[in-house]
């Protein structure tokens, strides 16, 4: 099997550049349409270009094992819910920090589920990891809102879902687990909007239904379709160049990336102690993915 890491960076990198920009307008989105609509309209969005696609290439889907792939669509939407939902309070650089403490819960899981042992090693970086978090949501201490640690819950959920991906969909095809989870999110839209017609619905991005998109929502919501698709391929190639251990790591310059993305467009500018705190959790998560490379009890 080819390995070629310098390659498999390229794309990674190619990946998260891409969604550390795309994922910036969404507080855009969040101005005038809602959470809901907006999972609605990208789903349709993606189905429509991959089913395009299908029809031209003459080629098909095809799911090995149905129960596997809708457990793990449901975990991994909901915590692409929760993240979303995050943009529309939080910079991306914030809402991809706690995104990312996936790597720490996937080591907590293991141990709380699978009875992993761990070493004094991967203990210090799932405390380091968590410092880091805490610094990047609330760098002031004396003006700590629960709500910034919303995004931490999405990073539990997508901890789940990568455990899932491996355990119950490792037969399928990247297209397949991908439109999976996009198909889910576009169900927890229509779910959210008749709950929301149901009970009543608000002004705000999470709490509005059904919202007609005008031409600028309707845009970007084109731009987040065709860059989720190019992410999700960039992302699958990346990871058959090399080996996933060294693959992820490169993951985490989505942090950078949405960090830079927040100061050019908008003038986010974080904290020195935001900015380490960023540090901390990539570094920590490198830790844990090097250090669990081919070992199961470090």
Known sequence: MQNRPVAAAGFILVAT???GFIDQFVRVIAETSSLWTFHVIRTAM????????LALSG??????N????LARSGI??????????????????????????APIWVLILSVAVFGLRIGPVRIAAVLIG??????VLSPNPDAIEPLVFVPILGGAFYAMGAIATREWCGTETALVVALGSFTAQGLWGLVGIAAIETLGPGDGFLTQGWVWPDGEVFAWCVVQAAGSLLAVVCLTRGYQLAEASLVSVFEYSVLGFSALFGLMLWGDALSPVSLLGLGLIAGAGSLIVLRGRGARVA
Do not use: D, H, K
């Open 17 to 19: 550049l891409t969604i």
């Open 46 to 53: 993606i189905w429509t270009g991959v089913l395009s696609w």
């Open 59 to 64: 080629r098909r889907l095809a799911v090995s």
């Open 66 to 69: 149905w129960r596997g792939l």
């Open 76 to 101: 991994m939407a909901t915590a692409l819910m929760i993240y979303f939902g995050a943009l529309g309070f939080l910079p991306v650089a914030q809402a991809a920090a706690g995104l990312f403490t």
């Open 130 to 135: 968590f410092a880091g978090v805490v610094m």
